[in-house]
């Protein structure tokens, strides 16, 4: 059998997001495995030369506050569940996405992802392990 010591996902507040999370806590639990649960909210695209405005601004802490709310939402769960693990902020536009949570995925052992990750992470399947299984 495989070590599993990290599991890694995302939630974003969606009926999608819910079934991800239960999803990772379940691979969490069978392996007694520490989650992460990237909280993510996402801002707006601009452009990188664009002048950073007062509106900018708080589009940028609307997203944080989003993030905050669901990262205790995912806590909460995880908690009420029995699942050793941390839930933080994950900030981001939609483009970027796939390029950071492809960074933090390199330090999980296994990563829960949707159909929609499908799009995000090319070829990688909604249940991905980094190491063998025997």
């Not at 599993?4 to 991800?20: C, K, M, N």
């Not at 639990?29 to 601004?57: C, K, M, N």
């Not at 944080?64 to 981001?92: N, W, Y």
């Not at 992802?113 to 090319?122: G, K, R, V």
């Amino acid at each position: 059998m495989m070590l599993v010591q990290t599991v890694l996902t995302w939630f974003d507040g969606s009926p999608e997001g819910e079934e991800l999370l239960q999803s990772a806590i379940d691979v969490a639990l069978w392996f007694d495995a520490h989650l992460s649960v990237a909280s993510i909210s996402f801002v707006p695209e601009f452009r990188r030369t664009a002048q950073y405005t007062p509106g900018r601004a708080v589009l940028r802490m609307q997203a944080a506050k989003e993030a905050s709310d669901l990262m205790r939402l995912a806590f909460a769960r995880l908690e009420a569940q029995g699942v050793h693990g941390v839930a933080f902020p994950f900030i981001t536009t939609r483009s970027d996405f796939k390029r950071q949570f492809k960074g933090l995925s390199r330090c999980a052992d296994v990563i829960v992802q949707s159909e929609m990750s499908l799009l995000i992470e090319d070829g990688t399947l909604p249940f991905t392990a980094r190491k063998r299984i025997a």
